[in-house]
């Protein structure tokens, strides 16, 4: 199967999106480079992942899940006509003096 995308010449203009200069050129099949500024891209090696925000969902919507099933229950509880805190039995206190 044959790519209908072409490798970009330096003839191509294309904008850094580091410093908006429209100076980006290929330095080799997987790297191009900003001739403005220090902006450099290898597409050969993967970028790298805010790891910090890999984690952060997992949590937000577990913590989301848990807190609509805790009111949910509780919902539950108040309609079925019982208290969800238990009655404590009465206890009567004699006064001596």
Partial sequence: MKSDTRPLTI????????????????????????LACDFRRDFSKPEKSDSKMDFLWPVAIIAFASTLL???????????????????SSVSAEVIT
């Fill in 11 to 34: 003839t191509e203009v294309v904008e850094c999106p580091k410093c908006g200069k429209k100076s980006v050129v290929q330095r080799s099949p997987d790297i191009y480079q900003c």
């Fill in 70 to 88: 805790l009111m949910l229950s509780g919902q539950s509880r108040v309609d079925n006509g019982s208290s969800p805190v238990p009655q404590s």
